[in-house]
């Protein structure tokens, strides 16, 4: 891999990866950009105790551009874009319009391909790996700014999720504070260890294997099960078999084997509705253990990847229960849903 580090014209910075090392990034961002100008604020909730970040800039937001004028296509003559060069492989570059910047934490965009009509699962497995090599080097440089406390890599695919540019590619932020949801996590690990003296997650690991009605796939070195509690009508939880804190600490069986696992993952999930269905949409999310939080030897490492629509047409919407009190109903079991994603495998 061959990393490119450059500005754009209002001085966000810009990353290529490059699967050759002799590949020349030197096009000039052409654009006449007025500074970036965010105004970021991160407020407390005193009841919940959880973070807001409030970001009234994002309202000038690029919103479904038409195709010829998408800003994460390469720029091409007449038509400039984020992308100065006319090709690339990946490519990362700092949010315009960040949910958060300087000491509220940083937002950055991550385009998988310049192929504006392909999805994550058109990729090989050769692209895939370097989206893998770029979410690491990012999770790397991100935990040496003072003001980053956790990294989160995720993609958000298709209108139903809310996505407003069509073109392939996920986000990367940067917290300033541990994650309310990974402080639940940290907390239930605590405790299972103060309980029982283990590792909270190689016992749920253990457990959905052994059981393994709810388990999609199994690899040397990757298992990928529906958990069983699952909030989401399709919902998959995809661990290392060797338990790791981020994306960092990954040996080099799991980075060779993860595009191969993770691919076959996204393509059965665009079958589970059956052929003629439009893509399914979904959320994919890297969870990895904050730099500063108690407890971050004992957190792993784990992608859970999920969709809203529950069947054929219809979604689950997050109702009066989910929205007002955070009790998740799910209307597929998990089993089921574990027996469908096993069934689609040869489709």
Known sequence: MKKTVTTLADGRELIYYDAAEDTVRDAVDQRPLDPVSTSSE???DPLLGDAVAIASHRQARTYHP?????????SQEGRHSEIPDDHYDVAVFENRFPSLA????RCEVVCFTSDHDASFADLTEEQAALVLAAWTDRTAALAALG?????????????EIGVTLGHPHGQIYGYPFVTPRT???LRSAARHREETGANLFDAVVAREEKDGS?????????????PYAAHWPYEVHLYPRRRVPDLRELDEGARTEFPQVYLELLRRFDRIFGPGEPPTPYISAWHQAPFVADGREDFALHLELFTIRRTSGKLKFLAGSESGMSVFINDVP???AAERL???ASE
């Open 102 to 105: 300087g000491d509220s934490g």
């Open 147 to 159: 003001q980053v406390a956790q990294v989160f890599c995720f993609e958000n695919r298709g209108a």
């Open 42 to 44: 991160i407020r407390r």
């Open 342 to 344: 096993r069934e689609v």
């Open 214 to 226: 709810r388990v999609v796939l199994a690899t040397d070195h990757w298992i990928a099960f529906v």
């Open 66 to 74: 038409p195709a010829d004028a998408c800003p994460l296509c390469p």
């Open 183 to 185: 402080e639940l996590m």
């Open 334 to 336: 998990p089993e089921a």
